[in-house]
């Protein structure tokens, strides 16, 4: 009998402000989403351009992250991820209201993605035209809730 191989590890695309939230607030839900990441219970995928734009978001005034901070919670996020080398051309993707949700959508179809997460309504409506399900940050962090 030949051994058996483990599972692999699901692996899940979220947005910006998914992260975020797990990242700067870190309560409530977002400390479950956190814990996903460090349990390994999914492998989050990232890809050049949606880590520049996680690092322009930490980097904002708005949030008062010392450089040390900024890092810091990068590190926290980025160890447990996997870099996805998107392809030039990217893939295809259904036309998007946002210009900066096309490298979320072409990350999930280049890294294969079981889904992308999100709590963003442009994302969520071109979840009938997208080759990669979408699902809400509600119901994905709702299969995070310990059993």
């Not at 695309?13 to 990242?23: E, F, K, P, Y």
């Amino acid at each position: 009998m030949s051994p058996q191989r483990p599972k692999p590890t699901p692996t899940r695309v979220l947005d910006t402000n998914l992260v975020l939230s797990a990242l700067v607030f870190g309560g409530g839900s977002s400390a479950v989403l956190r814990d996903g990441w460090h349990s390994q219970r999914f492998t989050p995928l990232v890809s050049r351009e949606t880590t520049s734009e996680l690092i322009r978001v930490l980097t904002s005034a708005k949030f008062g992250l010392t450089r040390r901070d900024q890092e810091d919670l990068l590190a926290d996020y980025l160890r447990f991820c996997t870099t996805v080398k998107v392809p030039v051309p990217p893939p295809p993707t259904p036309s998007c209201r946002d210009p900066f949700d096309i490298p979320f959508l072409t990350l999930a179809i280049a890294g294969r993605a079981d889904f992308l997460a999100t709590g963003d309504l442009d994302l969520l409506s071109l979840s009938t035209e997208f080759s990669c399900p979408i699902v809400k940050a509600s119901e994905f962090l709702d299969q995070l809730q310990p059993a």
